[in-house]
């Protein structure tokens, strides 16, 4: 969760890996092998391309190479906002990075409602957000309706929300095993228990032959 | 030229990913993909160097979008390539925190030469910091200890696996033994209970 991603953030990598519809304007010599369907060496006028963004980055608003279009989940989320509806929408299964593509998509937008659209998407939906993070989360939250950055946000409340529980409780002094040793641990044991397997399995099927 | 679906910087981004899969813990590292980028990096460089010289040359402008498109390229492919390095080099800074200062053998392996290297002095810049910083007592101070405020002096653990020896401040050894129950002084042990083999009994 990164407002201000910096060059080694790798969320901001997985947002500039995604692909973006463009249509060629004009004739590029040998820059046909970013077409799948293309057969010639060169890139034709009018064809559409996807091209990720971490090249669209590099290129002007107002290049003269290709012209960027917007995708349909902005124009969908777009009716929603209108009626004010959006706590219903699965944002992580329209887009895993709704806000931060919509982000890097804004300058190429004409209409100029993406950056609208996407403010008024987070307003609408943090309360939202923060009910079911104080409702121990677990029961209410699917992978798929929260975007990347609502999930982190969920995960941070939850957390908050139960350190404050045992700092009520007074229990909060109690040391904990890290969680790296711990999630180290469970691997460990995971392993022990497949190689367990692994030798139980050769021997069964040696009773068997 | 036209071979299928070549839009570069995939290869770089999958090493990303696959470290991103496996959230905290360390994957083994990926000589061969890293190779592979660096590869990709060399030959783009290469064309496009050619290509430039011939830009220079002529002036001809036509090419100039392919040579824009094979630098962003490149840079994509160096920008993965350091993230990929300073996120591993992140997570085994957190190692030295979470496990002490002796890598368990499995996340090891997993390690390459530069990176152990790099945990070594790592580990050496801590220690040696720690040592400094209490130095007006006369002795260092250990900053991955006490990490919440105690309540009490002493605390009731249980051990979870079979330790051996135990030496105290005091000089008193006891033995960790499965399951034994101690009374123990937390500042001695909250390392332990940190590294699972205690588990501290409310």
């Known amino acids: 969760m990164n407002y201000f991603p910096n060059y080694y953030c790798i969320e901001d990598i997985f947002v500039t890996q995604e692909k973006v519809e463009c249509r060629v304007n004009t004739k590029l010599q040998r820059m046909g092998f970013l077409d799948a369907g293309a057969d010639s060496d060169d890139l034709e006028p009018g064809r559409t391309v996807n091209l990720p963004l971490w090249y669209i980055k590099e290129l002007k608003v107002n290049n003269a190479y290709f012209t960027i279009s917007v995708p349909e989940i902005y124009r969908n989320v777009h009716k929603a906002v209108c009626e004010a509806e959006t706590t219903h929408i699965e944002l992580g299964r329209l887009h895993p990075y709704f806000y931060e593509f919509g982000r890097y998509l804004t300058p190429y937008d004409r209409n100029h409602v993406i950056g609208r659209i996407i403010f008024e998407t987070m307003r609408q939906r943090v309360r939202h957000l923060l009910d079911i993070s104080k409702s121990d989360g677990q029961s209410a939250k699917s992978d798929l309706k929260l975007d990347n950055i609502e999930a982190k946000l969920h995960e941070a409340g939850v957390r908050t929300n139960s350190q404050y529980i045992d700092w009520l409780q007074m229990?909060?002094?109690?040391i904990r095993t890290s969680e790296l040793v711990e999630e180290h641990q469970k691997k460990r044991r995971r392993a022990d228990r497949s190689d367990d397997e692994g030798e139980g399995l050769p021997s069964s099927k040696r009773a068997t032959l | 030229m036209t071979r299928p679906n070549k839009?570069?910087?995939?290869?770089?981004?999958?090493?990303l990913k696959e470290l991103e899969r496996s959230s905290q813990t360390i994957p083994a590292f990926d000589d061969d993909g890293v190779?592979?980028?660096?590869?990709?990096i060399k030959a783009i460089f290469e064309e496009n160097v050619a290509q430039a010289s011939t830009y220079n040359a002529s002036g001809d402008r036509s090419l100039w979008p392919l040579l824009n498109y094979r630098h962003a390229a490149l840079q994509r492919n160096?920008?993965?390539?350091?993230?990929?390095?300073?996120?591993?080099?992140?997570?085994?800074?957190?190692?030295?925190?979470?496990?002490?200062?002796i890598i368990p053998a499995d996340i090891k392996q997993a390690l390459c030469e530069?990176?152990?290297?790099?945990?070594?002095?790592?580990?050496?810049s801590l220690a040696a910091y720690m040592c400094s910083?209490?130095?007006?007592?006369?002795?260092?101070?250990?900053?991955?200890?006490h990490l919440r405020p105690p309540k009490s002096l002493y605390i009731e653990v249980r051990c979870m696996e079979d330790y051996?020896?135990?030496?105290?401040?005091?000089?008193?050894?006891?033995?960790?033994?499965?399951?034994?129950?101690?009374?123990?002084?937390?500042a001695q042990v909250e390392s332990l209970v940190r590294q699972g083999i205690l588990q501290h009994l409310a």
């Open chain 2, 7 to 15: 839009l570069f910087g995939d290869k770089a981004f999958e090493l």
């Open chain 2, 78 to 101: 160096k920008r993965c390539l350091l993230a990929y390095l300073y996120e591993r080099s992140k997570r085994i800074k957190a190692l030295r925190w979470e496990f002490g200062p």
């Open chain 2, 133 to 145: 910083a209490g130095y007006s007592q006369g002795q260092g101070l250990d900053l991955t200890n």
């Open chain 2, 35 to 40: 190779r592979q980028v660096l590869e990709e």
């Open chain 2, 164 to 186: 051996g020896k135990f030496e105290l401040e005091d000089g008193e050894v006891i033995h960790l033994k499965k399951n034994s129950q101690h009374y123990l002084p937390r």
């Open chain 1, 171 to 174: 229990t909060g002094n109690k």
């Open chain 2, 114 to 124: 530069p990176e152990v290297q790099f945990f070594n002095n790592y580990s050496k």
